[in-house]
């Protein structure tokens, strides 16, 4: 590997040091004419109207009417730190990816996290999922690890993401409400969707309500891949542990909070940084060699299924420190753009069709939020190490290209990058075996949609599930329809009869009586007991 594409701790500081730029100077326009006043327009006389002519006025008030950009369609109210990440010890017989191998190396980080539902200027502390995504500045290239503090989601199939978030999000006529899940739509959808009923008892759970940033879990949620230097490939599941434990509000301090101080978990972070408390998080991984894909009687591919600690121990491998805040929301903060699909050579994909379409919605969606092909060219986006290709040209592209070519294959060189196939560091996709019909339906082994909630259930302590019965209460307690509501307790009901009974207590349905459980498979995990348990503040 070329000594340029060298990284260390403090690579990326030093790559955004030459976009930064002090305020306080004598002020100019964008063309760098100095001005000497910027309080009065240019009018004809003192009383006269306002002159076209006036390219200050023009440029500084265009500047102004173009200062916003779409907010994320989800995640759009967030908070981000730098900090880095090193290994505890090399990984190599796992992975060959280069920011993995050595405990002495410092990769920068970036991190932002967020809520999901509620818009850019909406209230900290709401009942929702957290997102942690992390950007690692490798010197194979950037890799983002984008995950959530709950190891599970609503969904199995990504194509039903975009109703999963028309529900969610304020309905379409009104715009209410802004940030809760507590409506009619949400609820309704959820009521039709078993599938959803693990990750809403995550949702229901104090899990939803984090007292810190610095506090809580981060999940990949998908099976990955971990890709050795031999081409052995293995599955793997990335967990991150906040070095504080788990600490979470109760719900009458987020009700009071989200009026009285909105930024919240937002200003908890900066001014933890600010004091040198800087936020800490362990990066754990839980490693399936290829010949047990099969072994558990869930499908390992299912985005709705946890793979129990107890099965699978959670290998502790390295450490995240955050230790400086940005030093502009807009440009890093906002206009950070993560995406699952940066991966590095030694990371790879598994075919959970939840990850397979994340996959695509990422880059597209930074299409028009960031205006345009060119977004990786952002200071905060680039990579740390050496970026060279035959892409060219789009809105608002900084790279001045050298050179008369810019395809491939070419005869006349001219600085045109070709690829290598002598490189053996170069990113390969993992080999995989796939055959098949070409069908749209759910794999049978993704069926059982309650086993792994009522683990989640019986795992709580007695506080934890009034939490969580208080929380249904007030939630579809402003349901108005019935059926919702009825529905609602159907499903709670195959996963606990008391759950069932005492969420029905509280929203005007009739107790239910026991039902047996229809978990889609002949046995439910057994050796599951308890699984969450101890992990849960
Ligand atoms: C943000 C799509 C599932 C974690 C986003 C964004 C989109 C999106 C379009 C906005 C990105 C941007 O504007 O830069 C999807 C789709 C999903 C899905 C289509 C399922 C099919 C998930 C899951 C996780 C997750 C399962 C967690 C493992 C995040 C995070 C962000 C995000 C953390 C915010 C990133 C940031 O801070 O900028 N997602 N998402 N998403 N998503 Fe997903």
Request: glycine fraction near 6%; include cysteine.
């Amino acid at each position: 590997m070329n000594d340029d594409r060298r990284v260390d701790e403090h690579s990326k500081d030093k790559q955004l040091e030459t976009f930064r730029r002090e305020t306080g100077e004598e002020l100019t326009t964008n063309q760098g004419v100095s001005i000497d006043d910027t309080d009065n327009s240019l009018k004809v006389g003192e009383r006269g109207p306002t002159l076209l002519e006036d390219f200050h006025f023009r440029e500084k008030m265009t500047h102004f009417d173009h200062e916003r950009i779409p907010e994320r369609v989800v995640h759009a109210r967030g908070s981000g730190a730098h900090g880095y990440f090193q290994v505890y010890e090399s990984m190599a017989e796992y992975t060959k990816a280069k920011f993995l191998q050595d405990p002495n190396a410092k990769t920068p980080v970036f991190v932002r996290f967020s809520t999901v539902v509620g818009f850019r200027g909406s209230a900290d502390t709401v009942r929702d999922v957290r997102g942690f995504a992390t950007k690692f500045y490798t010197e194979e290239g950037v890799y983002d690890l984008v995950g959530n503090n709950m190891p599970v989601f609503f969904i199995q199939d990504a194509i039903k993401f975009p109703d999963l978030v028309h529900s969610i999000k304020p309905e379409p006529h009104n715009q209410i409400p802004q940030a809760s899940a507590a409506h009619d739509n949400f609820w309704d959808f959820i009521s039709l969707m078993p599938e959803s009923m693990h990750m809403i008892m995550w949702v229901l759970s104090d899990r939803a309500l984090p007292r810190s940033y610095r506090m809580m879990e981060g999940f990949g949620v998908h099976t990955f891949r971990f890709i050795n230097a031999a081409g052995k490939a293995r599955f793997v599941k990335f967990h991150w542990k906040p070095k504080l434990g788990m600490h979470s509000l109760v719900w009458d301090e987020v009700q009071k909070l989200a009026g009285k101080d909105p930024d919240y978990n937002r200003r908890d972070l900066w001014n933890a940084i600010e004091m040198g408390e800087y936020p800490e998080f362990e990066l754990g991984v839980q490693i399936i060699e290829e010949e047990d894909e099969h072994k558990f009687d869930f499908d390992i591919l299912d985005p709705t299924k946890i793979i129990p600690e107890e099965m699978v121990p959670v290998k502790i491998i390295g450490k995240m420190v955050l230790n400086r805040n940005p030093d502009n929301f807009f440009a890093e903060t906002e206009q950070v753009a993560f995406h699952p699909g940066h991966v590095v050579p030694g990371i790879d994909f598994s075919n959970d069709p939840l990850l397979q379409g994340r996959l695509f919605s990422y880059l597209d969606t930074q299409l028009i939020r960031l205006g345009g092909p060119n977004f990786a060219e952002i200071p905060i986006n680039r990579s740390a190490c050496p970026v060279h290709n035959n892409q060219r040209d789009g809105y608002s592209r900084q790279t001045i290209d050298k050179g008369r070519t810019n395809y491939s294959p070419n005869s006349l060189g001219g600085g045109c990058p070709m690829a290598n196939p002598e490189n053996l560091r170069a990113f390969t996709h993992y080999a995989e075996k796939v055959e098949g019909h070409k069908i749209r339906k759910r794999s049978d082994s993704f069926k059982d949609h309650f086993s792994q909630a009522t683990l989640f259930w019986n795992s709580m302590s007695s506080a934890e599930k009034d939490h969580i019965v208080s929380a249904a209460h007030f939630e579809l307690g402003k349901v108005q329809y019935k059926e919702i509501r009825q529905r609602m307790v159907d499903l709670f009901n195959q996963i606990d009869n008391e759950l069932a009974k005492r969420v029905a207590k509280g929203i005007g349905i009739p107790e239910p009586q026991p039902v047996a459980q229809n978990h889609g498979q002949s046995s439910p995990a057994l050796s599951m007991e308890n699984t969450v348990k101890d992990t849960v503040s």
